[in-house]
């Protein structure tokens, strides 16, 4: 019997050193996971310095014009002097976002390049412009000089474009009134035929006044007078097939002279209409 008691003894005693040590199972599980928890994280922190420079490489050579002449960059891609250098963060910046730079790039000069399409184009149509306003007014000098006109028809080219000044005074109009006399017929119809030569460039008609006052039951002033004289112009010019959307009449009376009223000759050369082709292009005064 006691022999029994000893070996229950004995069993008992066994049981509890062994349940005292399951705690390093539990142990050497944390150290494993630990292990491998600190091998991935340092796999993912490392990095492959070859194949960010060799992306970099191939980036560079791709946008770098080199491999369309001649494919000489295909042959040996990332093969450059610079292959044995590590890659500084400005060149790993660099390589993402290079198409993005390209991109930015190509816009640039292509904008660049419909600006400057756009600026000659522009150009050569002031250019004939200029050209035109020129052959017409060579033309309407030549038609003045053969019929006596030279003295009350003036053109000049200016900024604002074709000017052509016809003073009044026996030719347009009598004194005071706004009905075309006999001798202008035969003036504004060679100037119709000229302004109709392109039929785009807009037309202005200024009637203009000395500055002696005129009141009568047609004209309380030399505001209604010079708008009834420029809006005579344009009927007439209407009539003789110039398209009405081209046309504008304006009366400025006194308000812009050309020469001073205080003599009577200065006066004769302010009361005048001009016929004014407007530019449709940039220029300059004086061009010829």
Known sequence: MARRGGRRGRHKGGEAEASSERWLLTYADMITLLMALFMVLFSISSVNISKVQSLQESLRAAFS??????????????ATANSSRAPTSVDIQAAVPVTAQAASSFQSSSTHGAA???????QQAAQAEVQEFARIKQELERYAASHGFSKSVSTTIERRGLIIRVLTDSLLF???QATLSPRATALLDEVGSLLNIDQTHPIDVEGN??????????????WELSTARAST???FLIARGVSPH???ATGDADQHPLASDATAAGRARNRRVEIVLRRLYGGTEGEP
């Open 233 to 235: 112009v344009v009927r």
């Open 246 to 248: 081209r046309l504008s």
């Open 209 to 222: 006044t000395d500055n002696v006052p005129i009141q009568s039951s047609s004209f309380p002033s030399n």
């Open 116 to 122: 400057s399409a756009s600026a000659a184009a522009q």
């Open 174 to 176: 009598s004194s005071g």
């Open 65 to 78: 014009g080199n491999i369309l002449p001649g494919g000489k960059a295909i042959a040996k891609p990332g």
